[in-house]
């Protein structure tokens, strides 16, 4: 006997403008992002005084890496799959083609941008290292105020990124007057 549990219905979300919605959205995501990503660093900073780019225990590497992959992962999902059911409850002036895949575009469009945000953190990491000795150390409350900023800044463009990227299968809906 197999029991399938029914996934449960969204809640019915109000009338708005895509803009409005997404802005909504945009403080939901920034807010708490900027906030959690700034304490985990600062209370991991903190234990030693100082930190590095990749050495050492509490190093730079080792709290922004992740979330410069996850982030943007989780943020597009999310995002995707809350713009395309405001569209199908009416709630914004935007209608969703009935022939995308839903899942593959998450799926692919989450990959690429976890993947490509994720080498530039890394990029910029290196090169960072690269230009500094490998002596200097950096300051554990500036380290956690460049993760906050950094969460905030990938909470503000993976929040519209993947809905830009969705415009290309969204329509305005037509009133039909009778």
Not at 56 to 76: C, D, E, K, S, W
Not at 133 to 150: I, P, Q, R
């Amino acid at each position: 006997m197999k029991f399938k549990l029914k996934p449960p219905h969204p809640k019915k979300l109000r009338k708005t403008t895509l803009k409005r919605f997404l802005i909504r959205r945009t403080i939901y995501y920034v807010l708490p992002n900027v906030f959690f990503n700034f304490i985990i660093a600062y209370a991991s900073f903190q234990e030693l005084g100082y930190t590095h780019f990749f050495s050492g225990t509490q190093n730079l590497a080792r709290l922004t890496l992740p979330m410069a992959i996850f982030l943007p992962v989780v943020l597009t999902i999310d995002i995707i799959n809350r713009v395309i059911i405001a569209s199908e409850q009416g709630a914004i002036e935007f209608t969703v083609d009935e022939q995308l895949n839903k899942k593959k575009l998450m799926t692919k469009l989450s990959i690429l941008h976890g993947v490509i945000t994720g080498l530039l953190v890394l990029s910029v990491l290196l090169l960072a290292q690269y230009n500094w000795s490998e002596y200097y150390k950096l300051d554990a409350t500036a380290m956690a105020v460049v993760v906050g900023v950094l969460a905030g800044v990938l909470s503000v463009v993976f929040v519209y990124l993947p809905v830009w990227r969705l415009r290309r299968w969204m329509c305005r809906r037509v009133k039909i007057i009778s």
